[in-house]
């Protein structure tokens, strides 16, 4: 009986220290659990102040891969930036609800044969796309997407339209970072010339642009375009059509560089004219995308 009272005792011992440590455990679970969510919110309201301070264009990220770090420019060797930030124009023009292609009509015209109408000229709030978006405003008869990355370029032997050309784009872009903080200001001397430079000051923001770039072929990849956020899916084709794209891939290791490119390439050989005609489409990106990859 003694015995049987002393197993019965223990029992009732063992539960409630179970029971006390299980209470302790929950306390100490619910004041864990406090600091944490704060530190996300925290997080979350620090990437809010940020954005508004860093939020960029796409001319502005296609810029920023293409620059050198410490030297503030890009290489002199690179001749296709030039038409690739007019393509980020025109794109970025179409994403914000500026600019669209006309009705394709009965007869189905190509994207690249069909003209690009002014969808609304109210101002964009960037002094570079207010100004293609008076040129293309202004123009009559409209031009197709080809055209306008010419003209806007300066590509033609057209006198009559050289005045279309957007002059000293790099340099506006860059003065747009500096004022975002991305970018700071020096004078560098080349021998025979002095020449303003850009070098980087804020890599955070850099680094998370390369990041996200990186993530849409490698971990985040979703192997449908019309799956991926149109802004980035055209950022990785501008950047590519810009020769800026392997600056994001550099640091990668061997195997992620090759699965990173491969699945490039199948956005690259993908068809605009099929992908252009699926639903939540904004076909003027497809028509930009047509014209650097046909």
Known sequence: MTSLTQRSSGLVQRRTEASRSAAADKERGSGDEDPEPRRGEEQEEDDKGDSKETRLTLMEEVLLLGLKDREGYTS??????????????????ALRGRL???????????????????????????????????HIKETQPPETVQSWIELLSGETWNPLKLHYQLRNVRERLAKNLVEKGVLTTEKQNFLLFDMTTHPLTNNNIKQRLIKRVQEAVLEK???????????????????????VLENAFAPLL??????????????????????S???NTNELVWAVMAAFTK
Request: a negative charge.
């Open 76 to 93: 002199f060797w690179n001749d296709c930036i030039s038409s690739g930030l007019r393509g980020c124009m025109l794109i970025e023009l």
């Open 100 to 134: 669209q292609l006309e009705a394709c009509g009965m007869r189905r015209k190509s994207l690249l044969a069909r003209k690009v109408i002014c969808k609304s000229d109210a101002p964009a709030g960037d002094v570079l796309l207010d100004e293609a978006l008076k």
């Open 221 to 243: 990849w979703v192997n449908d375009p019309h799956r991926m956020d149109k802004r980035l899916l055209a950022l990785i084709f501008l950047a590519h059509s810009s020769d």
């Open 254 to 275: 061997d195997d992620q560089y090759d699965l990173a490119m491969k699945r490039v390439r199948l956005l690259l050989d993908l068809d605009p004219e099929v992908e």
């Open 277 to 279: 005609m699926k639903t």
